[in-house]
């Protein structure tokens, strides 16, 4: 008899097993479906709205990278809250449930909320662009030519090709210089020749350094002046101006330029140094060319 009974509950619980299975294997598998073909809309989406933006000449590169992310992030949840529909989970229950959720996760990723926030600001205020090459002085080795903006962090290049991730709060709240965002960079040369030499014929041999090299602007015009006298020598500064695509190889070769335009001058003209220097944000040798924006 005892064996008849269990046999029997057993015989229901595979029953109800059973309806249970048939009527949620359904709901589950279209959950899935949606949630499969809601990932491959949203990746579609962030591609349509990429192409569509690049078409547009008035807006920026930047902004098209980060509208596309929002866009896809928006479909991503739109789709979760499809499938947990499908599953039968109530949407008003749900949002109360994200929303609560969703304090606790904002209160524990408050750093990453911040990254939000910061690129948006970044993208208002638009300090620095696709392409350009950015750097945070107070951050050692945070530089490099920035290849995207996320919603959350920009990836950059440095200067010798390695992979930069550099989150959107790093870059907004703390200082930070664009190398390429004005129109020019100023080159700065100091030299070293003994005091017996002709200073205006020194000064002269580096105007024409600065002039035969295509790479140096012709406006602002270089500038040669006598920056320092003592211990029997003449320091001599050259201040010029470039593009910043130029002022890689500007650099490397005025320096040469400068030492062999002396040297064929006469033995008392040969300098004894020659360094390229960056002046400081006191010097007036700064000043020399009006800003350009």
Known sequence: MQTE??????????DLLWAWVTSFLPHLVTALVILGAGILVANWAQRALQRFLARLSRIDATLNLFLASVLRYVVLVLVVVAALTQLGVQT??????????GLAIGLALQGTLSNIAAGLMLLWLRPFQLGDFVEVPTVVGMAGRVREMGLFACRLETFDGLFLFAPNSLLWNAPLKNHTRNSG??????????????????????????????????????VVFVDNVGGGNFVLSLVCWTTPPRVGA?????????????????PEFTPSTVTRTLPPDADPSRLMAPTQD
Do not use: F, W, Y
Request: glycine share 2%; charged share 20%; no cysteine.
């Open 5 to 14: 009974i269990n046999s029997s509950q057993l015989t229901h619980t595979a």
């Open 92 to 101: 008003t229950s749900l949002l109360a449930v994200l929303g609560a959720a």
């Open 185 to 222: 960079r100023m080159l700065s040369v100091t030299v070293t020749v003994p005091a017996t030499a002709d200073v205006e014929r020194a000064r002269r041999a580096l105007l024409e350094v600065a002039a035969k090299d295509p790479d140096i602007l012709k406006l602002p015009e270089p």
């Open 250 to 266: 500007a650099q490397r070769i005025i320096v040469e330029n400068a030492r062999s335009a002396l040297a064929t001058l006469g």
